[in-house]
């Protein structure tokens, strides 16, 4: 039995030695599948509308609490008008502008864009003494660019603000899964205009600065990335 728990031990250490022992890397890369909403003035409900989107990252990752991610993502936008009241020309002075309109519409967006990670827990799946962690949530924001395109009304580009909230787990040394929820929130009234329909770009006239009364857009989305880029253990050594 003494011989039994000496041998034990033993084994314990050896893998705790190895855990500890274990490869860092510097970066990360992956893709991501997930959902995405609209909201703006043709959808005030999360999550209705969704569609799906999809794209690739990069994770650089400066210490076990801190990361800088870049994403390029894709995604459409969609929602309508049903139940709400829009003039179709709330500029106008006539009895025109009084005239309630209907429609919906459908457009594709880009996003591409970087955010700054950090995490709640150190991540790592080694160095368990300093209280690091294979799995810990973490909060994102950064800045963004995004392209709103198809629908009939051409291109409309503008910047983005993502913040959000994730959760990260090392499955195996090398290996990560995780999700995430950001909401992007846009510089432009325009992302859900559509062909002829302008209304929904300022719908009642009212000027707007900055991030107010502007639209703005979610994803929901599952990662998976790998591991590259490994430290190098002896670089203090060669002075």
Known sequence: ??????????????????ANDEDEYQMEIGGALGLDFYLGDANKTPFNHTSVMGGVLVRRMFNPRMALKANLAMGQLRGNTKGEYFPMDASSETAAGGIPVSFNFKRNVLD???QFEMN???YSMGESYKDNSRITPYAVA???LTLAM??????????NCPIGIGVKYKVMPRLNVG???TFRFTTTDAL???????QLNQPYAIQSSGLKNKDCYSFLMFFLTYDIM?????CHNND
């Open 1 to 18: 039995m003494i011989r039994l728990t000496i041998i034990l031990v033993c084994l314990l250490a050896t893998l705790n030695a190895r």
């Open 112 to 114: 591409l864009g970087a």
């Open 120 to 122: 709640f827990w150190g």
């Open 142 to 144: 950064g800045l963004g």
């Open 150 to 159: 198809g629908g009939g009304a051409g291109v409309n580009a503008a910047l």
């Open 179 to 181: 999700a995430e929820w």
């Open 192 to 198: 859900d205009i559509s062909g002829d329909w302008k």
């Open 230 to 234: 490994p430290k190098c253990k002896t």
